[in-house]
């Protein structure tokens, strides 16, 4: 039986595999919680992107913030992936797993005067320059290291990705990026600044986006812009339309990444821009779905009354996955095991000491203390967004491919958690 989602997350008989693993045998083996994930699923998401751009002058920064852990970066770095970064810290991580700064692209509204140094000396493709203020920050940090920022802008389109409030980015009113009607001022200003060399123009809307019409939308738009601003004179190699590409959670049904690019790439040929470099900063839609969250039931907590709540107390809290207590996200619920009986509808939470704390509300399980579930798609915006919140420390991480386990990351110890803490003398 298969989930949505993704093929390598199905059950076999009574037991749920994540590609050729038993996913209650991870459980038992690293201790939970633990975030597992398909490789194979991460370089199929990724295949897509690539495929559908195979004839073009393109390049796929993988959104870093999406999923930060090493072992993704490097392996989506060996299959010739890009990253798009918002820190230093993720710089330093994309580095250290072996990216090439020539493929990195440098996002973010914030982005301080000693990151954009450290960006610089490590030679960044592209910074994706947010406001003008920061476009005056750059240049004087550019020319004080005596070194060259290529440069794009970040556009808002002014469209509506009819997503979440919290994850939509590309209407006015929204703290990210240049409007859109003052963009060809920005750009002659660019231009005219010391230490900066106008290199592209970006643009992204939102996430967990289901449609393509947003997309299309934010095309038209940004290829109005391009036109106008070439006009000026400033010629801009590259075109980048950011991510934001949702995955099936519940029901959703998004356009495939084959998809969305076809209609992108129709509207774009249209228009004469087909010889333009395309770029795409996908995350959620290269790691969602091929990751999982796996928890062991500790308690069932049954109502006293007969509509009343009950309450199945797992391991897994909100400090490992914030998405249902930051967003109320829906995440997929299931048991590592199927059992031969009935199943209660639980509200399923964690030990965090906030009412908050719960990973899934109303679901129906048939579940044991001591049995494992598994939170499925967790695998953008689990692990990256966990926090020692409660002073526990974050989850373990393993790494299948078949038959084969890695782990990746260590569970964090006690020690860990405050060391470079100091008592008063
Ligand atoms: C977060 C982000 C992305 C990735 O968004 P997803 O919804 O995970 O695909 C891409 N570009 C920028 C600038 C971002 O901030």
Redesign the pocket.
């Known amino acids: 039986m298969t989930l949505p989602g993704s093929p390598q997350v199905a059950y076999r008989s009574d037991k749920l595999m994540l590609d050729d693993c038993a996913v209650a045998d991870l459980a038992t083996r690293f201790g939970t919680p633990l975030y597992a994930y398909s490789r194979t699923a991460m370089l199929s998401a990724l295949a897509a992107y690539q495929q559908a751009l195979a004839e073009r002058d393109h390049l796929i920064c993988y ?1 870093v ?2 999923n930060s852990s090493l072992a993704v970066l490097q392996t989506f770095a060996q299959a010739g992936c890009g990253f ?1 970064i ?1 820190s230093a810290g993720e710089l330093a991580r994309v580095l250290a797993a072996g990216a090439a700064p020539s493929k990195v692209v440098f ?2 509204v914030g982005k301080t005067r000693a990151e954009m140094r450290q960006a610089l000396d490590a030679g960044v493709m592209c910074f ?1 320059v947010e406001s003008e203020a920061e476009l005056e920050a750059l240049s004087s940090v550019a020319v004080q290291a005596a070194r060259t920022a290529r440069i794009s802008l ?1 556009v808002n389109p002014d469209v509506d990705a009819k997503t979440h409030p919290y ?1 939509s ?1 590309g209407l006015k009113g929204n703290k990210f990026g240049v409007a859109h009607e003052r963009a060809v001022t920005v750009y002659a200003r660019a231009s005219a600044l010391p230490g900066l060399e106008v290199v592209g123009i970006d643009c ?1 809307i ?3 986006i289901t449609e393509i019409g947003p997309y299309l939308d934010a095309v038209d738009r940004m290829l109005d812009l391009v036109e106008a601003i070439e006009a000026t004179g400033i010629r801009l190699h590259h075109l980048d339309l ?4 949702g995955i099936t959670y519940t029901d959703e049904q998004p356009p495939s990444a084959a998809d969305l690019i076809g209609a992108l790439l129709q509207r774009i040929d249209a228009r004469g821009q087909g010889h333009r470099k395309l770029m795409f ?5 290269l790691v969602g779905n091929a990751g999982m969250l796996i928890s062991e039931v500790l308690y069932l907590k049954p109502s006293d009354e007969p509509d009343g709540k009950n309450f199945c107390i797992v391991d897994a809290a909100m400090n490992d996955l914030m998405r249902p207590a930051m967003y109320e996200a829906w995440m997929r619920i299931v048991p590592c095991r199927l059992r031969d009986e009935p199943s209660v509808t639980y509200d399923v939470v964690g030990p965090v000491c906030e009412s908050g704390d719960w990973l899934g509300r109303d679901r129906p399980l048939a579940v044991q203390a001591g049995d494992h579930i598994a939170v499925l798609s967790a695998g ?2 689990g692990m990256s967004m966990a926090s020692n919140y409660n002073t526990r420390g974050r989850a373990a991480e393993v790494m299948v491919s078949g038959e084969q386990v890695w782990l990746i990351r260590d569970r964090e110890t006690p020690a860990e958690l405050f060391r470079g803490e100091h008592l008063l003398p």
Do not use: C, F, M, W
């Open positions: 959104a913030k999406a798009d918002v996002s973010g994706n970040r994850i980015t992204h939102g996430s967990q950011g991510g934001g590409l900063e996908p995350g959620r839609s953008a915006y």
